[in-house]
T-cell receptor, first 115, second 113 residues
Framework: NAGVTQTPKFQVLKTGQSMTLQCAQD?????MYWYRQDPGMGLRLIYY???????DKGEVPNGYNVSRLNKREFSLRLESAAPSQTSVYFC??????????????FGPGTRLTVL | AQSVTQLDSQVPVFEEAPVELRCNYS??????LFWYVQYPNQGLQLLLK??????LVESINGFEAEFNKSQTSFHLRKPSVHISDTAEYFC???????????FGSGTRLQVQP
């Protein structure tokens, strides 16, 4: 049981390049989330997916797109990277649903630098 | 809307001393409250949570937090810290009926020998 896994662990991009961050969970959770972490700002929600086939914007969605490929996988895409997107990105998942505690479990993060 | 305030960005403390990390929140609905810990170069791990019932919740490694509805606070305490407690601690809130967590800006706990 690996929990939440993310690839890659590190990435350096040039301004304007595109890339996709991958996330997978093996806990059979319904909901998945993408956050970014910046110094002094805690974690901010980019997008989330309450269930397979649905996605919703979070607090800071501009410049990002997401795909809920299936119940296990939730990817985050940067179409044209900007230096302001330099951050650590965390994926999380939770059971979400009536009768659950909806605790979120986090992956190890992807450290992205945009030059 | 909901928000979380962690007033202390850094808390230095000597080993075996007590510590309190402060967390205040605001929300227009009832909330669930969480403390997460992040060790260097790692993801976030759930430390403890308040969902309902007893307002005092405890973790397996000696931390505790008390939900105070009148003061809208959820402060984290430990009576005697260890070097291994050095980490960043995040308070988070989720409104009932809401899907996502709102995090505070974090408090870096630095335990010195």
């Amino acid at each position: 049981n690996a929990g939440v896994t993310q690839t890659p662990k590190f990435q350096v991009l040039k301004t304007g390049q595109s890339m996709t961050l991958q996330c997978a969970q093996d806990m059979n959770h319904n909901s998945m989330y993408w956050y970014r972490q910046d110094p002094g700002m805690g974690l901010r929600l980019i997008y989330y997916s309450a269930s397979e086939g649905t996605t919703d914007k979070g607090e800071v969605p501009n410049g990002y797109n997401v795909s809920r490929l299936n119940k296990r996988e939730f990817s985050l895409r940067l179409e044209s990277a900007a230096p302001s997107q330099t951050s650590v990105y965390f994926c999380a998942s939770s059971e979400m649903g009536q009768g659950t505690t909806d605790t979120q479990y986090f992956g190890p993060g992807t450290r992205l630098t945009v030059l | 809307a909901q928000s979380v305030t962690q007033l202390d960005s850094q808390v230095p403390v000597f080993e075996e001393a007590p510590v309190e990390l402060r967390c205040n929140y605001s929300s227009s609905v009832s909330v669930y409250l969480f403390w997460y810990v992040q060790y260097p170069n790692q993801g976030l791990q759930l430390l403890l949570k308040y969902l309902s019932g007893s307002t005092l919740v405890e973790s397996i490694n000696g931390f505790e937090a008390e939900f105070n509805k009148s003061q809208t606070s959820f402060h984290l305490r430990k009576p005697s810290v260890h070097i291994s407690d050095t980490a960043e601690y995040f308070c988070a809130v989720r409104g009932t009926g809401r899907r996502a967590l709102t995090f505070g800006s974090g408090t870096r706990l630095q335990v010195q020998p």
